[in-house]
Nanobody, 120 residues
Framework: QLQASGGGLVQAGDSLRLSCAAS????????LGWFRQAPGKEREFVSAIGWSDALTQYADSVKGRFTISRDNAKNTATLQMTSLKPEDTAVYYCAAGPYFELTRGRPPYWGQGTQVTVSS
């Protein structure tokens, strides 16, 4: 299971931190990642981190603003979002699975979404 938390309503330029808690099969040396879906748009990849945090990847739209990290002892992943823009408004989903499946947009495990709204 994947439990996402940390969404909310913020203003442009603010920061927000999302957390994903993994349990069961999703915590067994899985890569963790985040996707998002804005109203009327398809779900898109945001970021992923491998079991060893030497592997990370970001969508071009968030590079330099978002940072993904993980704590393997706690089976959690965190997405630190800074300099938020209105276009970052979306439902953010936590996902887990093999690293290359996440980066290809095909994670086998999905969590529920958490809403992030950025006002201008």
């Amino acid at each position: 299971q994947l439990q996402a938390s940390g969404g909310g309503l913020v203003q442009a330029g603010d920061s927000l931190r999302l957390s994903c808690a993994a349990s069961g099969r999703t915590s067994s040396q899985s890569a963790l990642g985040w996707f998002r879906q804005a109203p009327g748009k398809e779900r898109e990849f945001v970021s992923a981190i491998g079991w060893s945090d030497a592997l990370t990847q970001y969508a071009d739209s968030v590079k330099g603003r978002f940072t993904i990290s993980r704590d393997n002892a706690k089976n959690t992943a965190t997405l630190q979002m800074t300099s938020l823009k209105p276009e970052d408004t979306a439902v953010y989903y936590c996902a887990a699975g093999p690293y290359f499946e996440l980066t290809r947009g095909r994670p086998p495990y999905w969590g529920q979404g958490t809403q992030v709204t950025v006002s201008s």
